[in-house]
């Protein structure tokens, strides 16, 4: 990880080197919420949430003793260092503008798309901005969501002078920071997409494709859900280009073609997103010299002719 931390903005109470800020949560939806609960357990004092639903602001004080409810930000007490904005990407650019400037107080969103920049209107009031961004799925079920923050990665990036401050409580969370440079918050994020939703349009189309042999979704989910585990696990230890197993990795043309031909018949809407899989697999398995060009080409005509 590239922690970034320096000497910068030492002496601000948004800084490690002295006591930790008080923290003041905005939205207590299922990020604003978890967080909250995982920061106070993690002993930092959680002093406010900042929500517009009176039922929400009183689960939330139920959840973090010591916390003490608004139901507007310019509410937000003096005590709060660092305020967390929790709410929906499209309105973040809105409450930043409507955060207090307090001698230095922080500002931080959670967006996993957006950088620290749509914090925009606190900083140009010289407030110090950033985000932390928990690679984890939230829901409703507070207790599922903080438990998921362990051990998660968390991805942090901003001011200098708040770096070191972030990525010591990604680590009091039992998580792990990481330092995102400078405009690189979509390709993040993209990345993320492709791990939690691809994965999960991926095993849409192997249950469509399953399917077809009278496989259920529960069953489908217990058959193929133990090779997708083992070829992560081969990912984790012999890399991902030594995890590649398949018929790709073999030039295996016929079996390719059989496999276009009943996708067509049986599971067409599944075909093009085997085809674009394929041929990714493709490309891995000749930069492993798996394939002879001519191979590759074969079945490159395969998988063009059926999608
Ligand atoms: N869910 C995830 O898995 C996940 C993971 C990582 C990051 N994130 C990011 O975390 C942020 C919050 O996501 P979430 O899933 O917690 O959303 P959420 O459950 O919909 O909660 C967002 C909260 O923001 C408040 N809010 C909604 N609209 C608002 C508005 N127009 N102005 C001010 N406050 C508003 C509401 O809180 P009150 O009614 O209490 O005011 C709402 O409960 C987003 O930036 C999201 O991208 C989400």
């Known amino acids: 990880m590239n922690s970034g931390r320096d000497d910068a903005g030492r002496g601000t109470s948004a800084d490690s080197s002295s006591a930790r800020p008080g923290v003041a949560v905005v939205g207590a939806g299922a990020v604003g919420t978890a967080l909250g609960v995982a920061i106070s357990r993690a002993g930092w004092p959680v002093v406010a949430v900042i929500s517009r639903d009176a039922t929400r602001r009183d689960r939330f004080v139920a959840l973090v003793p010591g916390a003490r409810a608004f139901g507007r930000i310019a509410s937000m007490p003096g005590e709060v260092g660092l305020v967390i904005v929790a709410v929906p990407d499209d309105a973040i650019a809105d409450v930043a503008a409507e955060i207090p400037l307090q001698l230095g107080r922080a500002a931080v969103h959670t967006s996993g798309a957006l950088g620290a920049e749509v914090l925009a209107d606190f900083a140009s009031r010289g407030g110090a901005v950033g985000a932390f961004h928990p690679l984890v799925s939230f829901t409703l079920d507070v207790e599922r969501s903080v438990a998921g923050i362990v051990g998660a990665?968390?991805?942090?990036?901003?001011?200098?002078?708040?770096?070191?401050?972030?990525?010591?409580?990604?680590?009091?969370?039992?998580?792990?920071?990481?330092?995102?440079?400078?405009?690189?918050?979509?390709?993040?994020?993209?990345?993320?997409?492709?791990?939690?939703?691809?994965?999960?349009?991926?095993?849409?189309?192997?249950?469509?494709?399953?399917?077809?042999?009278?496989?259920?979704?529960?069953?489908?989910?217990?058959?193929?859900?133990?090779?997708?585990?083992?070829?992560?696990?081969?990912?984790?230890?012999?890399?991902?280009?030594?995890?590649?197993?398949?018929?790709?990795?073999?030039?295996?043309?016929?079996?390719?073609?059989?496999?276009?031909?009943?996708?067509?018949?049986?599971?067409?809407?599944?075909?093009?997103?085997?085809?674009?899989?394929?041929?990714?697999?493709?490309?891995?398995?000749?930069?492993?010299?798996?394939?002879?060009?001519?191979?590759?080409?074969?079945?490159?005509?395969?998988?063009?002719?059926?999608?």
């Open 153 to 307: 990665t968390i991805a942090i990036e901003g001011d200098d002078r708040l770096i070191e401050l972030l990525a010591d409580l990604a680590e009091s969370l039992g998580a792990r920071p990481i330092r995102l440079p400078p405009g690189t918050k979509s390709a993040y994020h993209a990345a993320a997409v492709l791990a939690s939703g691809g994965l999960v349009a991926l095993l849409d189309a192997i249950a469509v494709a399953a399917a077809t042999l009278g496989l259920d979704e529960r069953d489908t989910v217990a058959v193929y859900g133990r090779l997708v585990e083992q070829t992560l696990a081969n990912a984790r230890t012999a890399g991902i280009a030594a995890s590649l197993t398949g018929p790709m990795t073999r030039g295996d043309v016929g079996t390719i073609a059989a496999h276009m031909a009943v996708l067509e018949a049986r599971a067409p809407d599944v075909v093009e997103l085997y085809a674009a899989a394929a041929r990714r697999q493709l490309r891995i398995a000749e930069e492993r010299g798996a394939l002879s060009p001519d191979q590759a080409v074969r079945v490159r005509d395969v998988l063009a002719k059926g999608a």
